[in-house]
């Protein structure tokens, strides 16, 4: 269980930061950055948990729980398509997490992340590996980006239905895999990752 040993060590303002979205074919990188100003209730705490390791329910039970808790200062942001085929998926996620960190509103002493690689950061920061399952801060900010991307590919599923983001996130199942080879690539899919570059390679080879 996530604890707040790290954050309550410090002292000072410390937020907790975490990206949802790496592995998609599709949609952008989103993170989340989420800075408590007291040690949490323990009926928010028990909420609270690597976002991959909570149902769907109960995702959405702690991100309303942290949207409704005055104490709790969030900051969400993502790294587009385009940012992504840009600077590659490590450093377009780093991106969102910087700036979702500015988003915040107030500048931490101390930034949480986690992995094993911080982003450019106006404030020291120190990275977790297997933060979101160590960190209240990060599991929080794990929630915050999960939920926020998952909403956000719903969306994107209505305005180009067949490829079921609505219910794969854009991850590459065989449903989506499937429907690229039906439907074909639209300007939100990863065009430099492996299964959608390939199919474009497909798509343009001579018979």
């Known amino acids: ?21 790496r592995g998609p074919l599709a949609g952008p990188v989103v993170a989340a950055a989420v800075m408590f100003a007291r040690r949490p209730s323990r009926r928010l705490a028990v909420l609270l948990d690597d976002s991959k390791k ?13 949207l409704a808790c005055p104490d709790v200062r969030i900051g969400v942001s993502a790294a587009s398509v385009r940012e992504i085929a840009r600077l590659n ?3 377009a996620s780093l991106l969102a ?3 979702a960190v500015t988003r915040l509103g107030v500048q931490p002493d101390l ?16 990275a977790v ?3 979101d399952a160590e960190c209240l801060s990060i599991a929080a900010a794990s929630i915050v980006a999960k939920v926020t991307r998952d ?15 609505e219910r794969n996130a854009g991850y590459g199942t065989l449903h989506h895999r499937t429907a690229l080879g039906l439907l074909g690539i639209t300007r939100h899919h990863r065009q430099a990752f492996g299964a959608v570059r390939q199919l474009g390679l497909d798509l343009v080879m001579p018979a």
């Open 151 to 165: 909403r956000l590919m719903v969306r994107l599923g209505r305005r180009c239905p067949g490829y079921g983001w």
């Open 129 to 131: 590996i297997g933060g």
């Open 97 to 99: 997490m910087s700036r």
């Open 111 to 126: 930034v949480l992340v986690d992995g094993n690689r911080c982003p450019a950061l106006p404030c020291a920061g120190e």
């Open 54 to 66: 909570l149902t769907a329910e109960a995702r959405e039970a702690a991100h309303q729980a942290l």
């Open 89 to 91: 998926i490590l450093h």
């Open 1 to 21: 269980m996530p604890h707040y040993r790290r954050e309550a060590r410090h002292g000072g303002r410390v937020a907790g930061v975490d990206e949802v979205g």
